[in-house]
């Protein structure tokens, strides 16, 4: 029977909780696409200071232009090595409107009532305070909270698109800041995909944790479509949350 650790295990789930949520830019995806190094990019700035200054053009247009949105996303939580069954399941409703932030009505869970309890209901409510309206800019991938560059020469084609690699590093450590790498539409400076780590650990007892996210365009704007991230732990082994997002009607604000 799967036994879960004292109530320390949820330290790991919090963490996984913040790298999954962290905001906008909204595991690896089952079939990634493949790396093109050195694939021509079209239409890509020379100067790095100008495709920076639009992609944080990108993230706040996308902020000012999206009023409110809903979507369904499916939560499956893996512990250990076994990678196929989930330990627990959820599906939720989550509602977002500009200025209020996000919340959550859920439609079916099933597995440990442990995981859930400690580890998806918690998650849902981490996802919530990131996206506290007060505080949701100092997750933002843009320059203002992270160090970037352009790393010339590779390049990965997602759904179609031809993305280029920008380098990130926060410019202050914290839980829900990302070290690693976002792939970016050079045509709309787009987020596509992000991959990374947490640049900080939210205990001792959690290990490093590794998260990537896929974005699919829709009305205009980069929505996330797949999540998964995974924490090891020498005192709790691993876990793996993925997270499945469908179904979104999104209201815009009139365009410009």
Not at 54 to 74: I, K, P
Not at 136 to 144: L, P, Q
Not at 147 to 176: D, E, F, Y
């Amino acid at each position: 029977m799967f036994r879960l650790p004292p109530p320390r295990f949820s330290c790991s789930l919090a963490l996984l909780a913040i790298v999954c949520f962290a905001p906008f830019a909204f595991s690896p995806a089952q079939s990634p696409d493949k790396p093109s190094p050195g694939q021509p990019l079209p239409d890509q700035p020379s100067d790095q200071a100008a495709f920076l200054s639009h992609l944080d053009a990108a993230v706040q247009a996308r902020y000012d232009r999206v009023l409110a949105f809903t979507d369904v996303e499916h939560y499956s939580v893996f512990r250990g090595k076994d990678q196929t069954h989930p330990a627990a399941e959820m599906t939720v409703r989550i509602t977002y409107r500009k200025g209020v932030g996000k919340s959550h009505v859920i439609l079916s869970q099933t597995g440990s009532s442990i995981i859930q309890s400690l580890g998806l209901e918690p998650l849902l409510d981490s996802e919530e305070a990131i996206n506290n309206p007060a505080d949701v800019r100092r997750s933002w991938f843009t320059t203002e909270n992270y160090a970037m560059k352009l790393l010339p020469g590779r390049s990965l084609l997602l759904r179609g698109v031809l993305c280029q690699a920008v380098s990130i590093k926060p410019r202050h450590r914290a839980t829900n800041l990302i070290d690693g790498t976002l792939w970016v539409d050079p045509a709309t400076f787009a987020i596509l995909r992000v991959d990374g780590i947490a640049s900080k650990r939210p205990s001792i007892f959690a290990g490093t944790t590794h998260m990537l996210r896929d974005y699919a365009f829709m009305d205009g704007f980069s929505q996330a479509i797949h999540a998964r991230a995974q924490a090891d732990s020498f005192f709790f082994g691993r876990t793996v949350v993925t997270i499945d997002y469908t179904d979104y009607h999104i209201q815009l604000s009139p365009g410009p």
